[in-house]
């Protein structure tokens, strides 16, 4: 039953247009994560659903900050169930960008470390994720130009990343796999 819900929400999730679609999204999954408490996935996914709101609503800084503040309620919930799992820590450091960029120069320093310190653990568990190889290209192309450099010196590697996406295994039909359009979108950035 939980497998079955879990893949007709997921299904629901690569159909969703806007923050409507989402938000109904991210409450199919609250409800999941309620009644399959020791599950990890349903927690990750409505984070993740709600950090990608943040991204996609340009009203305001504090309504960006509202997303972020409940997918951290389940970030935390998460974590706690599956410490070491590499793709909630992929998620973290996703969190952390989204933090970020509400307002970087405020933000940047405190967001930019944490960010940094647990996508380097995620590294150090699972170095072939794709997800964390993404996160951590597309850290380097954003802050390239804080640091006086050119972020084109970054698409050997995002080819790279690209070519190998799908040489991982996800360890279930459940398991995250977002990330190959947005690399495909850096590469298309980069190669202007």
């Known amino acids: 039953m ?5 893949a007709e929400t997921l299904q629901m999730f ?3 247009q806007n923050l409507n679609d989402y938000q109904k999204v991210a409450n199919q999954f609250k409800m999941i994560s309620n009644v ?14 709600h950090i990608l709101m943040s991204f996609m609503d340009n009203s305001s800084a504090a309504k960006k900050d509202e997303y972020l ?11 706690k169930l599956v ?13 952390y960008t989204g933090k970020l960029v509400v307002d970087p120069m405020v933000r940047g320093m405190e967001y930019g470390m944490l ?17 964390v190889r993404y996160l951590k290209l597309a850290n380097d192309v954003g802050s390239a130009p804080f ?4 972020p084109k010196v970054f698409l050997p590697d995002v080819q790279k990343l690209l070519e190998e996406w799908d040489n991982y295994k996800l360890k279930s039909p459940l398991h995250p796999r977002w990330g190959k359009e ?4 850096t590469i298309q950035q980069l190669s202007k």
Request: aromatic share 12%; proline share 6%.
């Open 69 to 79: 503040a409940v997918a951290e309620v389940s970030l935390k919930k998460m974590l």
């Open 147 to 150: 640091f006086g450099k050119d």
């Open 36 to 49: 399959a408490n020791t599950e990890w996935l349903p927690l990750y996914y409505h984070a993740h659903i």
């Open 14 to 16: 690569g159909e969703a």
């Open 115 to 131: 960010f940094g310190q647990v996508i380097t653990k995620a590294a150090s568990i699972d170095p072939d994720n794709p997800r």
């Open 83 to 95: 410490p070491n799992e590499v793709e909630a820590l992929a998620l973290q450091a996703f969190y």
């Open 182 to 185: 947005q690399v495909r979108t």
């Open 2 to 6: 939980y497998e079955k819900k879990m």
